[in-house]
């Protein structure tokens, strides 16, 4: 057999292991956390792993972005009111021995709601730093090692509604999420301005995508209530998305998708249960549901799926199922329970535990949000509700 096939599907086997074994059904035991406040309690994880507070001290921290520089940087939406106190954070002076950043910086403050940024290098070599705000897409130059933006006149490149119905009501959806795809086009996710209702604006539940410099832009994908989570992976853009709330307590699913150009998700006329595409009578239209796309995978109802990435191995080359880990950030009632966990899945297959103990005994102990995987045996992920940044390993 050629060497470097044997060596491909030594890779493909090994992943299988680590997925479908480390990150499957197995039993999970706790893991005590120590904060720096002096605060302890139990997350549970697979045997053979460990969990350690990477970065304290922050507020709603979001969603991660690597810098052409190899820096890690961070978005903080402070907290759960539309306020413009928000902050995108470099976290710098990795150790990975101890599993800590040294540093957190604060690179831009005083920002309206910072849920995403991304990176990206132009075709003249430029490198180039995105922020999603509620009401506004921004651009601007980044040179390698800063930790003060040198430019200091952003682009604008979309604007967005930013009011709604107070949270009391299932909307004012604040994020905003951007990913690049590996043809150089853009695409941001804009949220409902209700729990479920006929939008007024047209890039309300949806997705919109651009070229870099913000020019011709258009619809991608429509109907998703919210979908906070997006990543371009392979040959799709992945999107979670969260289902309305006012249609009990163990439906409407929290859904994962791999999108597709010109696709409707059916909000708020359709929506997902056990992972079939269902009419809300609610809501009734001529066409129905007929052409709406089923999830790729779904989640127990209000669990509020928001960031994942792939853990496969082989990059680039998938195969059939690839494995994915999911942040499901709990619902606000938790007397519901669903969610706060991190959970593995492959489509078709039933979804597994990762990391639980984020609600115990109706006390909260974090919500996890974005998940970045750091290489194949390791990851960190955001908490928004402590503040917190974890670094999840495999021992030795």
């Excluded at 890690?72 to 009111?81: A, E, G, P, Q, S």
């Excluded at 007397?335 to 639980?356: A, C, M, N, P, W």
């Amino acid at each position: 057999m050629n060497t470097d096939i044997s060596k491909l599907l030594l890779a493909c086997c090994l992943t299988v292991l680590l997925v479908g074994s480390a990150f499957g059904q197995a039993k999970l035991v706790p893991n005590k956390i120590t904060l720096k406040s002096g605060k302890t309690f139990n997350l549970n994880l697979p045997p053979g792993y460990e969990i350690i507070p990477a970065a304290e001290g922050l507020k709603r921290v979001r969603f991660f972005a690597k810098a052409p520089d190899g820096r890690i940087f961070v978005t903080d939406m402070r907290d759960l009111t539309d306020n413009k106190k928000g902050i995108v954070y470099i976290l710098d002076g990795w150790d990975a021995k101890k599993g800590k950043f040294s540093k957190v910086v604060p690179y831009i403050t005083d920002l309206k709601n910072p849920n995403s940024c991304q990176f990206y290098k132009d075709e003249n070599g430029q490198d180039w730093f995105y922020l999603a705000e509620t009401d506004k897409l921004t651009r601007r130059k980044f040179m390698l090692g800063e930790t003060k933006p040198t430019d200091t006149k952003p682009e604008v490149l979309a604007t967005f509604p930013d009011y709604g119905l107070s949270y009391k009501y299932g909307g004012w959806h604040l994020t905003r999420t951007i990913a690049f795809s590996p043809d150089r086009k853009l695409y941001v996710s804009v949220g409902s301005s209700c729990n479920a209702c006929i939008e007024k604006e047209r890039i309300r539940a949806s997705i919109i995508v651009m070229n870099p410099d913000g020019s011709e832009q258009r619809e991608f994908a429509r109907g998703l209530r919210n979908a906070v989570g997006l990543k371009w992976i392979g040959n799709f853009l992945w999107a979670s998305g969260q289902g309305s709330d006012h249609l009990g307590l163990q439906k409407p699913d929290e859904t994962f998708y791999a999108l597709k150009d010109g696709t409707d998700h059916g909000w708020p006329y359709c929506y997902s249960a056990s992972g079939k595409v269902i009419a809300d009578t609610q809501f009734p239209r001529r066409e129905g549901c007929k052409n709406v796309a089923a999830p790729y995978a779904y989640f127990p109802a209000h669990g509020s799926a928001l960031g994942f990435d792939l853990f496969d191995e082989a990059d680039g080359l998938f195969g059939a199922n690839p494995a994915f880990l999911m942040a499901l950030h709990g619902s606000t009632n938790k007397t519901v329970g669903h969610g706060y966990k991190i959970v593995s899945f492959r489509k078709g297959e039933k979804v597994q535990d990762l990391i639980t103990g984020f609600l115990n005994k109706g006390t909260v102990n974090g919500r996890p949000c974005d998940i970045m995987k750091l290489d194949a045996n390791s990851f960190l992920f955001t908490d928004d509700n402590k503040g917190i940044i974890y670094y999840v390993r495999k021992k030795g």
